[in-house]
């Protein structure tokens, strides 16, 4: 076995140890053998000399669309690039043979070709990705096609393949996050509905900061966003078509109020709270504005529902049993079974894209915690441990995890990080401006 192929395995081993098989990575000779020691994964050593260019605007771009591959690979905490001044091999040619030699001399496991050109307003990005130490090209070479001003989303395509072939996982740098962007002072804060990229870049502001607005979620297929607002003094649900950018009420009943939507895996329904006469309890209705259905009857706060990716079941949070604790219930109502067991309270919880994991908030001894677990409440692990850290959101791969941390004092003002879900990488999200309740869509087509 490679030392790249070792590293793969010591990559799967992790997350086998820490939550059950994981999905499988390639293998150059039969099944591929699990090794891991003391848990330390050494992040696999990656060349990525600078895309070939066809031409100046295709020259500009090749630079930027590395550097972009580069970053998300190195984000991930599995991969560390080695950089242009180790180089011994020169690419010259996209079809040139590799000198494979030269880059087993600085150690390169993995090789990452490329080459932009632009043509006709429209701009080609192709790759290629090499296993080293093995001599072979790692499947078939790709290319991605659209326009100069998209280069960002080419660049993540390209890291998303090569991720994917890599780790045998699903890919999640091209994926968008709106989030709630916060400015001003603590007692005076602005609160805008925005959107960017998953890296934090190219951020667009989607409402004006007149009103509060809290919770985005997105749609299933990414084109809207259910957001709550306080436009008419109440917290209220809004659905935002992200084509046009325009908002609508979704749901209203008098003397009520409405909070902590979700859309359910077909798009057409969304779940939420609704608060009136002092209760809180559970209710769907349809996008289009169908009849609302009340799902919970108890004289208690049901809040912050999420479904299962098959549509079939529900985890929300309830102090039914005297204290704020998660619990499952079938999607049509019932019965809902408890699942958190463990000393502090229990919030914000949400079902992993793969269905194997709910993620939630966790408060405890003064501190906050992002955690996850099993469905049925098995195998708790916490992943984080700060002053405020809240509102865990999957990326589309389920590997990865982004929340809320907001620091302590008057000055204190809320950031965006990421976890792997080992517990390992934890990293800030760079934004302009303060920023809270993430919610992270799905790949984009």
Do not use: C
């Amino acid at each position: 076995m490679t030392p790249f192929f070792r590293t793969l395995a010591a990559l799967a081993a992790l997350a086998a140890a820490a939550f059950g098989p994981a999905l499988p990575a390639a293998a150059q000779d039969g099944p591929l053998r699990i090794e891991i020691t003391e848990g330390v994964i050494e992040p696999i050593p990656f060349a990525l000399p600078t895309f070939l260019a066809e031409g100046r605007e295709a020259g500009r771009l090749a630079d930027q669309i590395t550097r972009v591959i580069a970053a998300d690979l190195v984000g991930t905490g599995l991969f560390r690039e080695i950089g242009a001044q180790a180089h011994i091999a020169r690419v010259t040619s996209f079809d040139a043979p590799v000198a494979y030699a030269d880059w087993k001399a600085i150690n390169a496991q993995a090789l990452i070709t490329g080459e932009v050109g632009v043509r006709g307003g429209r701009l080609t990005v192709r790759f290629r990705l090499y296993d080293v130490f093995s001599n072979a090209q790692l499947g078939e070479g790709l290319q991605f096609q659209g326009s100069p001003d998209s280069w960002r989303r080419m660049a993540h395509k390209v890291a998303d393949a090569v991720y994917s072939r890599i780790t045998g996982e699903g890919g999640y740098f091209d994926s968008r996050v709106v989030f709630v962007a916060e400015t001003g002072p603590k007692d005076r804060r602005v609160k805008r509905l925005a959107i960017m990229d998953y890296d934090g870049a190219s951020v667009q502001y989607l409402t004006d900061g007149r009103a509060i607005v809290l919770a985005p979620r997105f749609s299933p297929d990414g084109n809207r966003v259910l957001y709550t607002s306080f436009e008419s003094g109440n917290p209220r649900i809004y659905v935002m078509d992200l084509g046009s950018v325009r908002s609508r009420p979704l749901a209203d009943q008098p003397g009520s109020m409405t909070f902590s939507p979700r859309f359910a895996p077909d798009g057409r329904t969304v779940i939420y709270s609704l608060s009136q006469g002092g209760n809180t309890d559970l209710w769907v209705q349809t996008i289009d504005g169908g009849a609302p259905q009340r799902l919970t009857s108890a004289p208690t706060i049901e809040t912050a529902p999420s479904y299962s990716p098959d549509g079939r079941q529900i985890v929300f949070e309830s102090d039914r049993s005297g204290t704020q604790q998660l619990y499952v219930m079938s999607a049509a109502g019932g019965e809902p079974r408890r699942i958190s067991f463990g000393e502090g309270r229990y919030g914000t919880p949400v079902w992993s894209p793969r269905g194997d994991l709910i993620a939630f908030t966790k408060q405890h001894a003064g501190r906050f915690h992002i955690g996850v677990m099993r469905p049925d409440g098995s195998e708790e692990r916490l992943l984080t441990a700060s002053f405020l850290d809240e509102g865990p959101t999957w990326a589309p791969n389920g590997r990865v995890i982004m929340f809320t941390r907001e620091t302590a004092g008057e000055g204190g003002q809320a950031a965006l990080y990421t976890v792997d879900i080992s517990g390992r990488n934890l990293r800030r999200v760079a934004t302009d401006t303060g920023a809270s309740d993430p919610a992270w869509g799905p790949l984009l087509p």
